[in-house]
């Protein structure tokens, strides 16, 4: 495959290297998501525990050859193997295209803390008040941004202007309308309506026909009802959270 069809910029700059694995220890076993050529692998070597480097592109093999031993390499989609990988923190300099699947994933898993490499755009996306992502995020997360990155950092340079952001799990104690928006995201492959079910059913311990109240309280309409969780429009979104 072309290095323009996995959408891959290979990250250059050590000054950045150096930022995404400032916060990683001794202790840590760092999952790093499409290693690349190894610029990033080699350094997050001398201080991690371990390094679990997941490469789609079989064709970098050569590059990942010479690793120290603490890494091990797994060929192989990320989006459809992290839930099976043990590690506590990730970084990750991550394809633009995998932005939304890998943050549709990370809600779900338990881990400490990513520092990842993303396109502006999505940034954005994450901390403007008008996106779902964001109110998603804030639930769930600690969003900070570490610093902007410039284009010719990459090989090749991407069309897009990038930043490094570090993402922390929220430790904070949620309130019960949070715990429901929470419930709800978690269970992202069910239609809205049996979402909220589970959810009022789990989160106010109440009865299938009570949770079936509470749902016609909300009066939402049939459509947002049978519309996936995760494909819910923002306005769609919007209005669940505002009613709840």
Not at 14 to 23: L, N
Not at 27 to 37: A, C, H, N, Q, Y
Not at 167 to 195: F, P
Request: hydrophobic share 40%; charged share 30%; proline share 3%.
């Amino acid at each position: 495959m072309e290095t323009k069809q996995l959408d891959q910029h290979f990250l250059k700059d050590d000054e950045v290297i150096q930022k995404m694995i400032e916060s990683i220890t001794s202790k840590d076993t760092v999952l790093e998501i499409g290693p690349g050529k190894g610029a990033i692998t080699k350094e997050l070597a001398k201080k991690a525990k371990k390094v679990v480097a997941v490469e789609l592109d079989e064709t970098l093999k050569d590059s990942l050859k010479e690793l120290p031993e603490n890494v091990e390499i797994i060929y192989g989609n990320t989006l459809g193997l992290i839930d099976k990988l043990k590690f506590n923190k990730i970084v990750a300099n991550i394809p633009f295209s995998i932005s939304e699947p890998l943050f549709k994933k990370l809600v779900k898993l338990n881990f400490e803390s990513a520092v990842l490499l993303i396109g502006k755009n999505f940034y954005d996306l994450l901390v403007s008040e008008e996106s779902k992502l964001s109110a998603i995020s804030k639930i769930f997360f600690g969003i900070e941004k570490i610093s902007d990155v410039p284009r010719d950092a990459f090989e090749p340079e991407p069309g897009v202007d990038s930043l490094l952001i570090m993402i922390t799990k929220r430790k904070s104690e949620l309130t019960q309308k949070e715990q429901i928006i929470k419930k709800l995201v978690q269970q992202d492959d069910k239609l809205i309506k049996n979402a909220l079910m589970y959810t009022f059913m789990r989160v106010k311990n109440c009865t299938k026909k009570q949770a079936k109240e509470e749902i016609a309280k909300l009066g939402l309409k049939e459509d947002v009802l049978e519309e996936n969780v995760w494909h819910l429009p923002n306005e769609g979104f919007k209005t669940i959270v505002h009613l709840l």
